[in-house]
């Protein structure tokens, strides 16, 4: 590992504290913009920073090069207080060309800065990005309100690598480390984290990781040179709960979450599933795993995913299934199948923009109604969802826990908003975790003279009776069952018993969930702010900003989703109004309403982006005034 | 490699394979014979009941395991083989069959079945292949002869039937074979064929719906015609047929050809048959006449081709194996801890 020398006394512009910036890497989808914003993050952990990120990027892997949809973001908030959104809007924007500045300068605030790429305006750049012939922002001043900070990033570039043997466009790729280290100058950091990783992933590649590495020192040399800032800025570690903490995605804590429920549950992993963004992660994830006896399979279609794990769960393995909305379309009926059969199965929905293909790479909560009423017949299923990038691990380990305690599918709703944001985790050791009890039926007791799969325990639970057990060979399947013999039937008051049972036992199960608390606020008051999933962020900032003006306001949060905690009604009933905002056009307000006839009002956005803040400040000063 | 286990306890018989429910197919029906052979053949193979799964799609024939003493899914159209290859994948010890019908098979779940054949899981399909849609009342099935005219195609069929053991072959399929509900014992010699396979057994049974379908095969099976227009495949045996032995088949380069040995044709002349024959495998896959077409060959029954290739199952098996053996068992605490952390005093 070699220690970086600045060339020059790194004294010479003054350092500045500062609470809180948030930075927006823009450039074309080419540009390594992602890659340049989860180093600077993982860097940013490691100083215990708090922080939240936003990835945003188009569906194409490489959309028309220097177009306004071919733009690639990535939000950075990072703080020394609590934070727990990607911020509102930018303290700083790097815009590798004249459409990432296009795309984001509506979200840069007043007097912000502006790192622009001066080689990404030239006049094709302009032109692609739509500005009038002849007009460049970055000469016309039209920027007078920003502090503009003009470089050539490639022409610096490519000097700074002039005695490496690579072409032009190898050269070029490294543009983004430049930037990097021209950051890390910026923000007084050490630049270990990104070296290390260099190593990591080019070390095979001796000319590419010489590259990175000199364009990412000649970045932070150039900082240091042109003194072109008055300042460079530090914020202080962040006044987090104590404890050790790693950066994490929600994606990878969704993964780790199935591998900590695989060892507590003691039940090998069997992933079924077929590639789709934004839950593709997941099965990489797994996949790197396997020396925890994880078998991932990549199946024909989301059908074969799907009904793969149905046939692991039958055999005694912990089957999971991961998807996005259209592929749960696609699994619905294989869904229905394991409801009526009663065996243990997770489905993972990472929420994207729908319908249809939708918007695959941005985000949404619009699959909601999806996983409570998207099969035929009566077929009620549990439903969890997670709330932040971390609390993906806990709703995993929650959901798995259900699935095995109670012998049937369960839905994980998470978004593409939390799959791919990260923030620092407090995580857990495996002694924090509470072990999940899994009981296989092993032989027939005294008392029984036959098999009866479907006889029920206390929980209205059958027994998890799998192929090798002697005595127990029996069969299972989609036809009407029935009661206790699972004996195909077409009575139809066995059928009517069968069917309220089945929801029975799903309603059941809010016995075994924790009571329903508040994330903060009074116990009863003006306005109760309900949530779900990953707005958790957005609402609790708000409600906390409404908080310290002396409002009314409370934040319950949901993990579970059906069935609800029993104590959901009794909160609701608590305040004199209830807002629910969701990212779709009003779905959890259905249920709510149709369940508690609470007159709830929605606050909606359908827009692909997560909510904000102060967007949610004025929706709630509304209801308040 | 053969999969028979050891016998433990004492030897079971065709009735201890038979369950408490009535069969409910049509008094008549082909399925009833496939269903004895099987029960015939399970006592013989050793395996002790607990390890047997059959897991069926959607269809008559997908009513099998409910009639089965064994363990057994009824699963939903067409995705027997998925849910198959995932309790393959985890629990290889299990003997798992799949039943299934020309329209689960090979319509509606097509694509599984394809899929399951290039991984070369260690299971065994017994396709029911009747040529008609029968739960449904009689519509056509992709293996359906053209102009066909059902309820579905009044002015008759405009699809192209499917060739079944050709697609198999196409998907790489390591076993493949036919037999035919009306001749029990060779289709127990292809059902003990088949298990005795390691790896995916591809076992067509031609079956005679008499209700919607009648005598589709009976050219084949039945005793006026069946020695002119069915050729039994033997290991190492020329491809001679006829009631009197008296014709047989020769391969011209790849051209295969009819003749009589009455003519001066020697049956050392005639095509041997060779079941690791990849080449010759797909020949005879191809002899698929019309049987009412002039100067058309004879259908063949048997084992058309076997040949071994690691299974899914044992290949998965040991990535898992190689990974523990190098990097150690996965260790919970150390994963959630991962590479980079920091400490808040």
């Not at chain 1, 727990?84 to 007097?111: E, H, I, R, S, Y």
């Not at chain 1, 800032?229 to 780790?256: D, E, H, M």
């Not at chain 1, 958790?536 to 306001?553: D, E, F, N």
């Not at chain 2, 008559?60 to 939903?76: A, E, K, L």
Request: glycine share 8%; proline share 6%.
């Amino acid at each position: 590992m070699p220690t970086f020398v600045p060339y020059f006394n790194i004294m010479s512009v003054p350092t500045q504290v500062v609470e809180d910036v948030v930075i927006k890497f823009a450039g074309d989808s080419g540009d390594g913009m992602q890659l340049t914003g989860s180093q600077f993050t993982n860097n940013t952990a490691l100083i215990g920073n708090d922080l939240s990120t936003f990835p945003d990027f188009p569906a194409e892997i490489r959309a028309p090069q220097g177009t306004l949809p071919g733009v690639s973001g990535y939000q950075l908030h990072f703080s020394s207080q609590r934070i727990f959104t990607p911020g509102d809007t930018c303290d700083v924007l790097v815009a590798m060309n004249a459409a990432a500045l296009k795309v984001n300068l509506k979200g840069l605030k007043q007097g912000g800065i502006i790192i622009a790429n001066t080689d990404g305006f030239d006049n094709k750049n302009l032109r692609l990005a739509n500005y009038p012939e002849g007009v460049n922002p970055l000469e016309d001043g039209s920027l007078q309100g920003y502090e503009l900070h003009k470089i050539d990033v490639t022409k610096l570039t490519r000097e700074a690598l002039k005695d490496i043997q690579l072409g032009t466009k190898e050269k070029d790729r490294a543009k983004n480390m430049f930037v990097l280290g021209f950051l890390y100058w910026l923000y007084n950091r050490d630049m270990t984290s990104t070296f290390s990783f260099l190593h990591d992933k080019f070390g095979k590649q001796p000319d590419i990781l010489d590259s990175n590495i000199k364009a990412l020192q000649a970045g932070y040399n150039y900082g240091d040179t042109v003194e072109a800032f008055a300042s460079r800025y530090k914020v202080s570690k962040a006044k987090l709960p104590a404890g050790k903490y790693r950066n994490i995605t929600g994606n990878t804590a969704l993964t780790y979450g199935l591998i900590a429920a695989s060892e507590m549950a003691n039940l090998p992993i069997f992933l079924g599933t077929y590639p789709i963004t934004p839950a593709s992660d997941i099965l990489h994830e797994l996949a790197r795993h396997k020396n925890f006896g994880i078998r991932t399979y990549q199946a024909e279609d989301e059908i074969a995913g799907i009904t793969a794990a149905i046939g692991a769960a039958y055999g005694g393995s912990l089957g999971i299934t991961t998807t996005s909305g259209p592929g749960m379309a696609l699994k619905t009926e294989a869904l229905g199948l394991a409801m009526m059969l009663e065996i243990p199965l997770l489905v993972v929905n990472i929420q994207r923009g729908g319908p249809s293909t939708g918007l695959p790479t941005k985000t949404e909560q619009s699959d909601l109604l999806q996983a409570y009423y998207g099969r035929n017949g009566e077929s009620p299923l549990p439903v969890i969802s997670a709330s932040s990038p971390s609390d993906c691990f806990f709703a995993a380990y929650e959901a798995v826990r259900i699935a095995v305690q109670h012998m049937t599918p369960v839905i994980l709703l998470s978004d593409g908003y939390i799959a791919n944001g990260a923030e620092p985790w407090l995580y857990p050791q495996t002694s924090d975790l509470k072990p999940i009890e899994v009981i296989f039926k092993k032989a027939l007791s005294e008392d029984e003279p036959k098999f009866m799969p479907y006889l029920r325990d206390e929980k209205l639970v059958r027994p998890w009776a799998v192929p090798g057990t002697p005595g127990l060979e029996h069969r299972i399947g989609g036809l009407e069952k029935e009661d206790i013999t699972g004996n195909v039937s077409y009575d139809p008051d066995n059928h009517e018993r069968m069917v309220k049972i089945r929801q029975a036992k799903v309603d059941m199960i809010a016995n075994y969930i924790p009571q329903q608390t508040l994330d903060s606020g009074p116990e009863k008051g003006d306005v109760l702010v309900l949530g779900w999933g990953s707005t958790y962020g957005a609402i609790k900032s708000a409600v906390a900003t409404l908080q310290s003006q002396g409002k009314s306001v409370a934040h319950a949060h949901l993990r579970h989703m059906r069935p609800f905690p029993s104590n959901l009604g009794d909160i609701l009933h608590n305040y004199k109004k209830v807002l629910i905002p969701e990212l779709n056009n009003g779905q959890l307000i259905k249920i709510i309403r149709d369940k508690y006839l609470v007159d709830a009002i929605g606050y909606n956005k359908i827009k692909g982006v997560p909510l904000t803040r102060s967007e949610l400040v004025s929706a709630i000063s509304e209801m308040l005034a | 490699m053969s999969d028979v286990a050891t016998p433990q306890g004492p030897a079971l018989t065709a009735k201890d394979f038979a369950t408490d429910q009535e069969v409910r197919w049509c008094p008549g029906c082909g399925d009833y014979s496939i269903l004895k052979q099987v029960q015939t053949i399970l006592p013989q193979t050793g395996i002790p009941r607990e390890d047997i799964v059959i897991i069926s799609g959607i269809g008559c024939s997908s009513r099998f395991p409910y009639y089965m003493n064994t363990y057994g899914m009824h699963s939903i159209h067409g995705r027997a083989t998925a849910i198959a290859s995932g309790l393959k994948a985890t629990r290889p010890e299990l003997s798992v069959w799949i039943v299934t019908g020309d329209g689960d098979a090979l319509s509606i779940g097509g694509n599984h079945t394809i899929h399951l054949l290039r991984r070369n899981f260690n299971v065994n399909i017994l396709l029911f292949n009747n040529q008609i849609y029968g739960l449904t009342k009689g519509q056509y099935s992709p293996t359906s002869e053209i102009n066909k005219v059902t309820k579905s195609t009044p002015m008759g069929s405009l699809d192209h039937p499917f060739n079944p053991l050709a697609l198999a072959m196409g998907a790489d399929a390591t076993f493949i074979a036919r037999s035919m509900d009306r001749d029990p014992k060779h289709l127990q010699q292809m059902l003990l064929r088949s298990h005795g396979h390691h790896g995916a057994s591809f076992l067509e049974i031609y079956q005679n719906c008499n209700i919607f379908n009648d005598g589709a095969f009976e050219i084949f099976t039945e005793k006026a015609t069946k020695p002119e227009e069915a050729i039994f495949l033997e290991q190492g045996k020329p491809l001679i047929y006829g009631a009197n032995k008296d014709k047989g088949v020769k391969l011209d380069g790849y051209k295969p050809t009819l003749v009589n040995l009455n003519d001066g044709h020697s049956a050392d002349d005639l095509w041997i048959h060779d079941e690791a024959d990849f080449f010759k495998a797909q020949i005879l896959t191809r002899m698929f006449d019309n049987p009412s077409a002039p100067g058309h060959f004879p259908r063949p029954f048997g084992v058309f081709y076997a040949a071994d290739r690691p299974t899914y199952e044992d290949e998965m098996q040991l990535q898992i194996e190689e990974i523990i053996a190098t990097k150690g068992k996965g260790k919970l605490d150390a994963l959630l801890e991962g590479k980079e952390t920091w400490v808040i005093e």
